[in-house]
């Protein structure tokens, strides 16, 4: 997903998207572990992507905190 994206989405989309993220990278270490996983770099790629959400989040908290 876009940064400028993800920086235009409302808290509770932020937080849906995060919970989305959460369910694709535990499937995706499901697969890892039955053998499935084609592409062990989307695994890396999701935990990313969560770290952004979650930078996001916490700035947008602590812009409302000002």
Known sequence: MELSTMREMTPEELNAELE???????NLRFQHVTG???NPIKMRDTKRDIARVKTIIREKELKAAE
């Open 20 to 26: 989305k993220m959460k369910q694709d990278l535990f």
């Open 36 to 38: 499935q996983l084609e």
